[in-house]
């Protein structure tokens, strides 16, 4: 018999479209609680945006080449589907230089309580800067405590979510007004404020003061992970994550099928029949249940409806492999430290400003913004051991205030350019030019690589290259989003991915709550 034949006469209680890290978990989920699960991947292989490559030839570095850090991920899902996958903190949480009355310097978060107010008082001049720090993310901290556990709950009422904060000071902060509001009561040092203000807008274009608060609810994402807003490093890259879920979903019975791509769910709040396309032709499965672990834009094209107007994305993404990590002008901190936490660039206050003011005037911003870090500091496996003897080191740059609409006219052209000025700022900052310590593959070209919103919505087919597939939404229930967040106007047709309330992000919350959703409801 067929693998066509054998889908469509078995038949099965659910069909996951998409083997993303949120299709897997779903799956996972369904098949141990006795539900026979088909996946259909259209990929050779799963894992979505959360896998580890190597990309550059002949080079033994497995990176992670679109999502690279863990924090929105519950200690609940891995214990549940006993994932064999574990995760190590970075010691330093980030560094962001500096040049002040004509010398370099900058300012190093971690190391140490006592280390990180020696920082803020170098930088400042004085200790209120840290004290303020301290109390903001205190409070960002105590919040994170009372709203993550709610991600995998059915959803609050707005009301509700509200007494469970139980902080009007937090609550306003960070749901009422926007966040440049906080930030600028708070701090005063700019190079301060922009450090806080980059959780807001990292693949989110807005600005402090965006009155549609789509910055608060970036922001909000950024700092509830783990009930700690713990932004950790996934041993082994993305794929160590999405091969242990894969492994979890098979183990319990779920049937994996990769280079099948669905084309069409036909559903009556029943049952569903799915279409598939294979190299070999077309084929179909029939299920009660379906769940699409694809975007809001790619659900309403297999069901044959309007699809919504998609939202663009907003970042550049650059991998790189290094001979050696470069020495930097602020000589006062160790290179090892700068670039195993958050390397910030060009992201004081008024230069985020800046930036985002000329994208939303169709030019590229002239001192681009960006963060790095560096994986293999953390995790060192992701090398082989040769290259980890000889010193090499990975480098993921995540740029900022890039939104799809600045490539449209010419893709190739405009990626070359902002990834030379991106370059061009870490390259202020350092004592040597990076350049000098790229690595070269096989062909003797430099390891380096970047992606544009255009080119994820390409190899990945995020609408406008956007990574969350939509706006963030708010953890709470608005008008439509069901009790789960991940219904649909068909009954037995489920949104697993991103762009289901409380997605966006490598969590797998949305496959979690799919899944609860079809436990629910049998």
């Not at 979505?48 to 899902?77: H, N, Q, W």
């Not at 509700?160 to 960070?174: G, K, M, N, Q, S």
């Not at 990769?258 to 598939?276: I, K, L, M, P, S």
């Not at 000329?358 to 994986?375: F, R």
């Amino acid at each position: 018999m067929s693998a066509h034949e054998a889908h469509r006469q078995h038949g099965y209680d659910v069909v996951v479209v998409g083997g993303g890290h949120n299709g897997l978990v779903a799956a996972a989920y369904l098949a141990r609680a006795g539900r026979s699960v088909l996946v259909l991947e259209r990929l050779d292989h799963t894992g979505g945006a959360a896998v580890s490559t190597r990309p550059f030839a002949g080079v033994d570095a497995r990176l992670s080449r679109y999502s690279y850090l863990v924090s929105l991920l519950p200690e609940k899902i891995v214990r549940d589907l006993g994932l064999d996958f574990r995760l190590r903190t970075r010691t330093i949480s980030s560094y962001t230089p500096v040049e002040r009355d004509g010398r370099p310097t900058g300012l190093l978060v971690g190391g140490g309580e006592e280390r990180t107010r020696e920082a803020f008082a170098r930088l400042t001049g004085s200790e209120r800067e840290y004290e303020a720090w301290q109390r903001f993310y205190g409070m960002t901290g105590r919040l994170a405590e009372r709203v993550f556990p709610t991600l995998t709950e059915p959803l609050p009422t707005r009301a509700e979510l509200r007494r469970r904060v139980d902080d009007e000071e937090a609550w306003r902060a960070l749901f009422e007004e926007p966040i440049g509001v906080a930030v600028e009561e708070r701090f005063a040092d700019d190079l301060v404020r922009g450090v806080v203000l980059t959780d807001a807008l990292i693949g989110t274009f807005a600005g402090a003061h965006d009155p549609s608060l789509a910055q608060n609810r970036c922001f909000l994402y950024h700092v509830i992970g783990r009930g700690t807003g713990a932004w950790d490093v996934p041993v082994g890259g993305m794929g160590a994550l999405t091969d242990a879920l894969a492994d979890a979903a098979r183990r319990a019975g779920a049937v994996l099928a990769t280079g099948h791509e669905a084309v069409r769910v036909a559903a009556d709040g029943r049952g569903a029949e799915v279409t598939y396309r294979t190299r070999d032709g077309e084929g179909t499965a029939a299920a009660r249940h379906v769940l699409v672990n694809a975007s809001p834009q790619a659900l309403a094209a297999l069901l044959g409806e309007e699809p919504p107007e998609p939202a663009e994305g907003a970042q550049l993404k650059v991998n790189m492999l290094l001979k050696r990590l470069p020495r930097l002008r602020d000589r006062s901190v160790d290179p090892r430290e700068a670039f195993s936490g958050t390397f910030h660039i060009a992201e004081g206050y008024e230069q985020l400003a800046t930036a985002h003011a000329q994208a939303a005037a169709g030019d590229l911003p002239a001192a681009p913004p960006s963060e790095i870090y560096c994986h293999s500091l953390t995790d060192p496996t992701i090398l082989g051991p040769d290259l980890a003897e000889q010193g090499y080191q990975t480098l993921t740059l995540f740029g900022l205030h890039t939104p799809a609409r600045l490539f449209a006219r010419d893709n190739d052209t405009v990626r070359e350019e902002l990834l030379k000025s991106t370059l061009a700022q870490l390259d202020a900052h350092l004592a040597e030019p990076l350049a000098d310590c790229l690595a070269t593959d096989a062909e003797g070209r430099p390891c380096i690589e970047a992606k544009t919103p255009l080119d994820l919505e390409r190899d990945l087919r995020l609408p406008g290259g956007n990574i969350f597939h939509r706006p963030l939404s708010w953890p709470y229930a608005e008008e439509g989003a069901g009790r789960w967040g991940v219904e649909t106007r068909h009954a037995n047709v489920l949104l697993c991915g991103a762009g289901a309330v409380r997605g966006g992000g490598v969590s797998g919350v949305p496959g979690h709550n799919a899944a609860m959703a079809v436990l629910e409801g049998a």
